[in-house]
């Protein structure tokens, strides 16, 4: 199990990441959802034990993560420019992480990289920005370690490929005990493969935990009133995005659906219906309750 208990990082005046606190269960892959500059790559490089925590403490299994070696062992951290050497390639990268990570497994490198049509002996200067991550992702699957840490995890990466990718996580994860923390900024990324996400907005951790949950918890209902009835309805429900266009109203609320349902129908609707709505639907309705314009992370 990963734990993060009230940490914190300030970079001068800039307090990068501000008292975030998580648990992320072993056998599991966690999304960590936000805008550039919200801080997720800068809780990933304290995860992975590059940065140190100014306030609160990361451990692995119960182990301190920052100067111990022994824990950094069972930790990849992939950022997301991975380096390599000059000339080196997916052959020369392997061996070398085979010091850190004993139970690298070259063939299965290999074999990931036929599958994904990648030439291991090719320089990787000479690899598209896809075809790295490709390249750098087979390298981190394959390099045994139980806890892997993402940066921008499908970046560079088509449709088609991202979806090979996210078969090889899902599949490398039946295989063996493997924990993910993967960080991205387009919801659609994470929402298929992961099974908690949490949104960091300015350093902090909005949300977190399994929104397919939330899904189960959050109405969106469509209808038609003569009135603007917005003001009475707060009194009976939580009301997550209000919108209204003349007499038409979408709502969409927290809590049980029956009940809400009966709120509104107790207002005398001319119309009201509800309406299926999407995980993505559901983050961009709380982000726009906390007061944040989540197109800017979605679209």
Avoid: W
Avoid at 80 to 92: C, H, K, L, S
């Amino acid at each position: 199990m990963i734990k993060v208990e009230n940490v914190t990082k300030n970079f001068d005046s800039i307090c990068a990441v501000n008292q975030v606190s998580l648990e992320i269960p072993e056998g599991s892959m966690f999304g960590l959802l936000g805008t550039n500059g919200a801080g997720k790559s800068t809780l990933l490089r304290m995860m992975a034990g590059v940065l140190p925590c100014d306030a609160g403490e990361i451990r692995f299994d119960g182990e301190r993560i920052y100067e111990n070696p022994g824990c950094k062992a069972s930790v990849f951290y992939l950022p997301d420019v991975p380096y390599y050497f000059p000339n080196a390639n997916m052959e020369e990268m392997a061996r070398f992480y085979r010091r850190q990570y004993p139970a690298m497994e070259r063939e299965s490198a290999a074999y990931m990289a036929e599958l994904l049509n990648l030439d291991m002996t090719m320089p990787l200067r000479t690899f598209s920005k896809g075809m790295k991550r490709q390249a750098f992702l087979i390298l981190a699957l394959c390099a045994g370690a139980k806890y892997l840490l993402c940066d921008e995890v499908f970046d560079g990466l088509d449709p088609v490929m991202t979806e090979a990718v996210k078969n090889l996580f899902r599949q490398e994860m039946k295989e063996r005990e493997f924990t993910v923390v993967a960080a991205a900024h387009k919801l659609q990324d994470l929402e298929d493969v992961c099974h908690n996400i949490g949104i960091m907005h300015k350093g902090g951790i909005l949300r977190a935990g399994d929104m397919r949950e939330r899904l189960g918890n959050v109405v969106k209902l469509q209808c038609v009133f003569d009135k603007d009835i917005r003001e009475g309805l707060e009194k009976d429900f939580e009301i997550l995005k209000y919108e209204r266009d003349g007499y038409f109203v979408t709502i969409v609320g927290r809590g049980d659906r029956r009940e809400i349902l009966d709120k509104i129908k107790s207002r005398s609707p001319v119309f009201a219906g509800e309406v299926p709505m999407s995980l993505e639907e559901v983050f961009m309705a709380e982000m726009e309750e906390a007061g944040y314009d989540i197109r800017k992370v979605f679209l």
